[in-house]
């Protein structure tokens, strides 16, 4: 069970699912020689070859519409967005186009496309380099968004979004990229929709994703210290997410707390607090509360940055909420 | 594009006008239905344009495909649709092409390549690039036509397909029908450069051509075709043509001021009886295919009327793909 990164998790699944399926392939800006800004692409261009790996100009609605157009013509485009703030670029190909075809053609084609695309904040990259747009996306019918915690689950996740026949938006925390965890040797694929508990405890549920997750088992070892047990489920998917797995948790623990990175108000987490209250009020012993980011644009400036992100403390004060 | 002109026979001519006939008449039914109020909506309907359809389509093949318009009822029949399918859909059918989901914005048949007309000016740019990126990726012997108005000149994808078309070599043609209207302003008001200079700005060849002559417009499409065809990379045409209607059905044209009779002199189909009345096709042949024509037509909608209503859950259903 070697230790993989979580970058190196991504860049194993396309090119597994490259050499599997002759019609994946791979675009966007600077993926093919330079790698990607992150590197996740290191290599395909040299392994796979230019009219596979394609390096396109800095044309995001374009490259997305050109990938929706490829999809319904036969490809498997895997689009790269360089960073989360430049899919406002891509809107009309990913909402008005891609997300649509297989409802609005009368499911004669579906659009098997995938768009990768970093966000989060922590690297100082300022409010045009660091937004968590991931609800607006899972607003839309016809996506489906995943975001990763742990390598293991963005292998998995890589290979169910390109096997899948609809827009699958693959969001990469990046702070998480060079964060390791071991890989079995044939790393299994992972079902679009499917939560996984990274921390078992009886006394709260904290409901995170992405780059949270971590923060949120931060918080959980900290409570440990003074008695309270917290279960720490890590959503991987937002669009379908595992409903199931959330009201599975909270009828152990009766308390949930719900952490993501994005700004708190109409978030994914108001989603869910707002399905747990129709469909798990009963099982709830307090009212549950959402961590997020305060609601302004992603600041640059380190302690500005600092007391933008939602901390372990955050998450912490949060659980003693539901204990009071 | 050094072939020389191929002169059209009476019978290949012939072919051409019954498409066109097709396209006005199934538009004029359309118009009539939107007055009734059995066809809801908006409808924007293309009488006036129909050569510029025909003729490209002309030269296409059932690989090849066609990104459409909002305006696109005559790619999509040029292209084969079936009219019984066509008309169930606008009528908001089951049986509709789109299973009365997306209606006269939205029709498509991806058996035939045709990726859709589109509600969003200019996006079927980026989605017919694609296409054409499958086409060399996959190694098909097939083109990709985006159709697109003057309007759309106005939209910055057009720069960036250009670019990424030209760039990448795509067996793309780009094809403007330039019907002086964005949307109700006249263009000149709109758009401050030529389409020519654009394309040259970029690098693209560029052809244009009377777009109201159907067979002026097949024979320019002909040679841009197969020189896209034979992988020499992008090619835009401009055909310059009139839309004899509003924006959509029901726009009272308050900004308009063009007479009916210069619309008169440039109908594509009055232009393309005269050239078949010269190749010696008497009058009462095209009345026969009238008909003929008006008798499918009359078919369809009764087919559809007759049929069972889009279903809520088999739309419900189809929101993502099993």
Redesign the interface.
Same mark, same amino acid.
């Given at each position: 069970m070697p230790a993989t990164s979580f970058g190196k998790a991504i860049n194993r699944a396309l090119a597994d699912a490259m050499e599997a399926d002759s019609t994946v392939v791979a675009m966007g800006e600077d993926i093919g020689s330079a790698g990607g800004p992150f590197g996740v692409t290191r290599g395909l261009q040299e392994r796979f070859g230019r009219t596979r790996v394609i390096d396109t100009p800095i044309s995001e609605a374009a490259i997305a519409g050109a990938a929706t157009g490829a999809a319904l013509s036969g490809l498997k485009p895997v689009v790269e967005i360089m960073f989360m703030d430049f899919t406002t670029l891509v809107m009309d190909a990913v909402v008005n186009q891609a997300a649509k075809a297989h409802f609005m053609f009368g499911g004669q084609r579906s659009v098997p496309m995938v768009l990768r695309t970093p966000h989060g904040g922590g690297l100082n990259a300022g409010p045009q380099h660091s937004q968590c747009l991931e609800a607006w996306f899972a607003h839309v019918p016809g996506l489906k968004v995943v975001c990763p915690a742990d390598a293991p689950s963005a292998y998995g996740l890589m290979r169910s979004a390109i096997a899948d026949p609809n827009p699958v938006l693959f969001v990469e925390n990046k702070k998480l990229y060079a964060a390791k965890a071991d890989m079995p040797e044939a790393p299994g694929t992972v079902p679009i929709g499917e939560a996984r508990i990274a921390r078992r405890g009886r006394d709260v549920t904290v409901v995170a994703y992405g780059g949270v997750v971590a923060t949120a088992l931060a918080a959980a070892d900290t409570m440990a210290t003074t008695g309270v047990e917290v279960e720490v489920v890590d959503l991987r998917s937002l669009q379908p997410w595992d409903t199931d797995a959330v009201l599975a948790s909270l009828q152990r623990t009766h308390r949930v707390v719900i952490a993501h990175e994005a700004v708190k108000a109409f978030g994914v987490g108001a989603e869910i607090a707002a399905t747990i209250a129709e469909l798990g009020f009963d099982d709830l012993d307090a009212p549950i509360v959402r961590v997020g980011a305060a609601f302004m644009p992603v600041p640059y400036a380190t302690p500005l940055e600092a007391s933008y992100l939602p901390a372990a403390g955050d998450i912490e004060a949060a659980i003693q909420r539901t204990l009071e | 594009m050094s072939q020389a002109e191929r002169p059209i026979s009476a019978d290949e001519l012939l072919h051409l006008y019954r498409q066109l006939l097709l396209i006005r008449l199934a538009e004029e039914r359309l118009s009539a239905l939107f007055a009734d109020g059995a066809v809801p909506g908006f409808i924007h309907l293309s009488i006036g344009q129909e050569a510029v359809p025909v003729g490209v389509i002309s030269n296409l093949g059932p690989a090849d495909?066609v &990104?459409s318009t909002h305006r696109g009822h005559g790619h999509a029949l040029a292209k084969g649709l079936s009219l019984d399918g066509f008309f169930a859909e606008l009528l908001g059918m089951d049986a +509709?092409?789109?299973?009365?989901? +997306?209606g006269s914005m939205?029709v498509?048949?991806?058996?035939l390549g045709m990726? +859709?007309a @589109?509600?969003?000016v200019a996006?079927g740019?980026?989605?017919?690039? +694609?296409?054409?990126? &499958?086409?060399? *990726?996959?190694g098909r012997d097939a083109v990709?036509v985006v159709f697109f108005g003057d309007g759309a000149l106005a939209e910055?994808?057009l720069h960036?397909?250009l @670019?990424?078309a030209k760039?990448?070599g795509l067996p793309m043609l780009f094809v403007c029908e330039n019907n002086g209207w964005s949307e109700f302003s006249p263009t000149d008001s709109q758009i401050a450069f030529s389409l020519e200079s654009l394309a040259a700005g970029h690098g693209v060849r560029y052809q244009h051509v009377d777009g109201n002559n159907v067979v002026a417009v097949a024979e320019s499409a002909r040679l841009a075709v197969d020189d896209v065809r034979r992988g020499r990379g992008p090619i835009v045409l401009e055909c310059k043509t009139i839309r004899v209607r509003g924006h959509f059905e029901g726009d009272p044209q308050k900004y308009r001021t063009t007479s009916d009779s210069e619309l008169e002199a440039h109908d594509p189909l009055r232009i393309a009886a005269e050239q078949l009345r010269a190749l010696g096709i008497e009058d009462e042949q095209l009345s026969v295919s009238r008909a003929e024509i008006q008798t499918r037509i009359d078919a369809a909608v009764r087919k559809a009327r007759e049929g069972e209503p889009a279903d809520f859950a088999t &739309?419900l259903n189809? *929101?993502?793909?099993?």
């Open positions: - | 495909t &990104a +509709g092409l789109c299973r009365g989901r +997306g939205h498509a048949d991806f058996s990726l +859709g @589109n509600g969003i996006a740019m980026s989605i017919a690039l +694609g296409s054409a990126l &499958a086409h060399k *990726v996959l990709a910055g994808l960036e397909c @670019n990424m760039l990448m &739309a189809d *929101v993502y793909a099993a």
